[in-house]
């Protein structure tokens, strides 16, 4: 098998239900032992992409490859796929050791190498001293690690996670998260994780495919994803805190005006202007993310003053929030910054961290 009849590869695949799209032409390659991210709002897709994976809903068009093999007309037990639940879906009436060593029993592996299978899954997730307990007797994080083991016991071709943290709270939802990043770094099979946390998505995937309505906006990098968005919804989307839009236009001298409700215009020429020809004549917003501002300063770059609105400080760094007009801004700064409500700032944009959007078709420029 070559490497590029290995991983998972997906063409054209749509879904509809009467008059409704769930799944637009989506079209994506995951490299074999890869982990990719599947992030977007309630209802954009998700979890529907994610079931069409593993033979549990239908799909009307396209095709899906797994490790060279095309699969979207097997049966879920024929694909050769693990899930990963949100509601961890185990057996209440069976021990942690039975319901790890399940799907292994209907597979009809003989019962000494089944129970080792099971030992050796549960060193891995650190469950030796649970395994006679059933699961009303675990945690929310336990029980978690429970269904991850019966899916790793079968060491299936591909992963798939359908918020699996969801359901945790925030503390138990970080060690989770770091304990799934090392379980795949150590077992390096291939997997698809579906999340709509921003933080999830950044932290655990290779790639991130962001999602709205049930089309594919942006495939990349996490890096790619948040620092060159390909549209204004992916920018906002992988933003926290919120991302400061402002409404401008590109005058045929070179110089941006910023025309800001109740504080009248802004003028600013930048030193350099990539495609400037495609910024004429259209109605812009000009964005960028709270860290990108620093107070101060005479460096070069887009210099704004407002008054502090609220500051809310996070222990590492702070979020300030200024109002400027009707505009609010956002300023992720270090620390716990000497400023109060009403206290006046002048805050520095540099010109690489700026973003420039269509305000109407929302593409990025």
Not at 60 to 73: K, N, P, T, V, Y
Not at 277 to 301: F, H, N, V
């Amino acid at each position: 098998m070559s490497e590029e009849d290995t991983g998972l590869r997906i063409t054209g695949l749509t879904r509809r239900v009467g008059a409704q799209t769930i799944l637009d032409d989506i079209t994506l390659q995951l490299d074999a032992g890869e982990m990719l991210i599947l992030v977007g709002p309630s209802g954009c897709g998700k979890s529907s992409l994610l079931n069409a994976i593993a033979g549990l809903q239908p799909h009307c068009s396209g095709e899906i490859w797994l490790d060279g093999r095309r699969i979207e007309a097997l049966s879920p037990r024929e694909r050769d796929i693990a899930m990963v639940f949100q509601n961890y879906a185990l057996y209440p009436h069976m021990t942690v050791a039975e319901n790890i060593g399940f799907g292994l029993e209907m597979q009809g592996w003989p019962r000494a190498k089944r129970e080792a299978r099971v030992q050796e899954v549960a060193r891995m997730l650190q469950l030796q001293a649970l395994l006679d307990r059933r699961p009303a007797q675990l945690s929310g994080g336990q029980r978690q690690r429970v269904a991850m083991g019966r899916a790793l016991a079968r060491q299936p071709r591909l992963f798939l996670f359908d918020e699996p943290l969801s359901n945790l709270d925030a503390q138990l939802r970080a060690e989770m998260r770091s304990e799934i990043k090392l379980l795949h770094q150590r077992v390096g099979r291939s997997a698809v994780y579906v999340t709509h946390d921003q933080t999830e998505a950044m932290t655990l995937g290779q790639r991130i495919a962001v999602l709205k309505a049930g089309r594919l906006q942006q495939l990349g990098t996490p890096q790619q994803v948040y620092q060159q968005p390909a549209n204004l919804f992916v920018a906002q989307f992988l933003a926290s805190p919120a991302m400061t839009l402002l409404p401008a236009r590109l005058e045929p001298e070179g110089e941006f005006t910023l025309t800001l409700q109740g504080a009248g215009a802004v003028s600013w020429r930048p030193q350099a202007l990539a495609r400037r020809e495609r910024l004429l004549g259209r109605p812009l917003l000009l964005g960028w993310r709270a860290e990108a501002l620093s107070a101060g300063g005479d460096a070069p770059g887009l210099s704004l003053c407002a008054p502090v609105l609220l500051i809310e400080p996070t222990g590492v760094d702070s979020l300030v929030q200024l109002q400027l007009g009707d505009h609010r801004l956002h300023w992720r700064c270090a620390g716990w910054p000497p400023l109060q409500a009403g206290d006046a700032v002048t805050l520095r944009l540099p010109e690489a961290a700026l973003l420039v959007f269509d305000a109407e078709t929302g593409e990025r420029l």
